[in-house]
């Protein structure tokens, strides 16, 4: 099983198969538009602008279980991030990430990934006090701790990397970067 073998739904309700990928690296990150993280929409953009030509989608799934940070409808999220970040790459349904309604893409993604931790930051000593509020056991799972947390598929579509919330941008880039080399 890989990436390629799921169904998703666009934010237009359409159905998406991700074998439309086949072939490009893929950042699947889960986003919300009133968190601490989500001016890494910037950077997310710029890496998308840079790489897009050499084969990387960004596949933005966004997500209210962290905080009810991404409260609003399909239209309503996708309008604020174009007219705020100029967001150009796809942005699916709303969905679920973890527990009985996690979408199965999500569901794959964290039952074959583990959480590496959040560094060593200020936010990231912050996080963990966060997730542990929310999942006493939350080092010991590949459950999804916050908002942007991502997902790098290569061409095969194979996991390859998993990004916490706090790990710096420039090194997310880095890897993206390795990957389509």
């Not at 959040?118 to 080092?139: C, E, H, I, N």
Request: proline share 4%; glycine share 8%.
């Amino acid at each position: 099983m890989n990436a390629y073998d799921f169904k998703v739904t666009a934010q237009d309700g359409t159905e998406v198969s991700l074998s439309d990928y086949q072939g490009k690296v893929l950042l699947i990150v889960n986003t919300a538009t009133g968190c601490g993280f989500t001016p890494q929409y910037d950077a997310l953009q710029d890496l998308y602008e840079e790489c897009q030509k050499d084969g990387l989608e960004i596949l933005d799934f966004p997500c209210n279980q962290f905080g009810n940070q991404a409260p609003g409808e399909d239209e309503e999220i996708h309008s604020f991030c174009t007219g705020r970040y100029g967001i150009t790459f796809p942005q699916f349904s709303k969905i679920d990430v973890n527990g009985e309604n996690a979408i199965p893409l999500y569901q794959w993604l964290t039952e074959n990934t583990t959480f590496e931790g959040f560094g060593k930051s200020p936010m990231s000593l912050m996080m963990s006090g966060v997730a542990k509020k929310m999942d006493k056991d939350y080092k010991n799972n590949g459950k999804i701790k916050w908002n942007f947390t991502k997902f790098l598929i290569d061409r095969e579509g194979n996991i390859i990397g998993r990004f916490e919330p706090t790990e710096n941008m420039k090194e997310v880039s880095q890897k993206v970067k390795e990957a389509l080399a």
